[in-house]
């Protein structure tokens, strides 16, 4: 199943009914058990694609919010911020909006279906993906967001669909100039020279697949390694001085930021295949994609993603040295302790 394909099987079979009030129990639940998992791996602030802001709250309220959430609104909940006039940043520390959820233009990398400007090797008749939108539909959704202050974020993986997201993105700004808007490009997978240009002019933040590198890689083969050397380029956004974020993509990919790191900086997977070999980053410079990068992707490097006086006390203790032990092992270096705000909220 693939796409938009799924919503065709949300609508058969059976499934439990719940009551309103089961429903909210379950989705409490569901956010504290998350929460408790997502500081067991190290994660001291994650990006929330959607999900039940209420329940987060409560959650929050009964002191089970580990971490700190950047929420990335989408349906209702947008539009009702659209409506009531609250821009990315309102919020404070534990839960903030952020950008929006990522509207998606184009297929998926895993499924083979995002949209480039190659066929796809080895598929006939020849096949080069999805598009979900037209340039002018997407124009107007992004120039909606822009306007209202709310930070835009496009899932694009191929270069077709990043090269329309960011027409959109450089037509909003030109019609209605905002401050250092940082639009986030979700996954920004297969990319070119050109793309990197236009990324780095727009200001744009890329956030491509972390633990894919050690987790797909079985699937790498079906793009080939020259198309991999362009895919999930962590190493020309560092070249070209682009600030890209870390996308572990959960639940579709592991949300553990040491096995993305070991994807970064190996490019070789659990089957032992190594594509794209040349966009391999240093252990700091995916450590930095995985701490500051993602707090200036919310516009919030200012209070976290350093250990440094006067920001919030966000941090881990981790058994060992990524840079010191064997780059195919730090994926199994243990996380001692996870402390946000001063407070420890995981220990071994
Ligand atoms: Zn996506």
Avoid at 36 to 51: N, P
Wanted: charged content about 20%; proline content about 4%.
């Amino acid at each position: 199943m693939t796409d938009q394909a799924r919503l065709v099987f949300n609508r058969v079979g059976n499934r439990p009914v719940f009551t309103a009030a089961q429903m909210q129990e379950r989705n409490r639940a569901a956010q504290a058990y998350i929460s408790k998992q997502f500081v067991r791996y190290g994660l001291t602030s994650v990006h929330h694609e959607g999900g039940d802001l209420f329940a987060l709250q409560e959650v929050r309220a009964r002191g089970e919010l580990l971490h700190r959430v950047s929420y990335e609104a989408q349906d209702g909940v947008l539009e009702a911020m659209l409506k009531a006039g609250i821009a990315t940043g309102f919020g404070d520390e534990w839960i903030r909006f952020g950008a929006t959820s990522e509207h998606t233009c184009d297929g998926s990398f895993s499924e083979r279906t995002m949209a480039m400007s190659v066929p796809y090797p080895g598929v006939e008749p020849p096949y080069r993906g999805n598009l979900i939108f037209t340039q002018e539909d997407l124009n107007g959704w992004v120039e909606r967001m822009h306007r209202a202050g709310i930070q835009v974020n496009c899932h694009a993986n191929g270069d077709v669909a990043i090269d329309m997201v960011l027409t959109a993105y450089e037509r909003a700004q030109k019609l209605f100039p905002r401050f250092d808007p940082r639009p986030k490009i979700t996954h920004c997978t297969l990319i070119s020279d050109d793309l990197l240009r236009r990324i780095k002019a727009v200001g744009a933040v890329p956030a491509p697949f972390t633990s894919y590198g050690y987790y797909n890689t079985d699937k790498f083969h079906f793009y080939g390694e020259e198309l991999m050397q362009r895919c999930m380029a962590y190493r020309s956004f560092a070249d070209a001085g682009i600030t890209a974020a870390a996308g572990s993509d959960f639940s579709p990919g592991p949300f553990s930021p040491l096995m993305g790191i070991q994807g970064m900086v190996t490019r070789t997977g659990w089957n032992g295949e190594t594509w794209g070999g040349k966009q391999r980053i240093t252990v700091d410079e995916a450590l930095r994609v995985n701490t500051i990068n993602g707090a200036y992707a919310t516009h919030e490097e200012g209070i976290k993603g350093s250990i440094t006086a006067g920001k919030l006390a966000d941090f881990v203790v981790l058994a060992d040295d990524p840079h010191s032990v064997d780059p195919n092992k730090i994926k199994d270096i243990a996380i001692i302790e996870t402390v946000t705000g001063g407070n420890t909220v995981y220990k071994a």
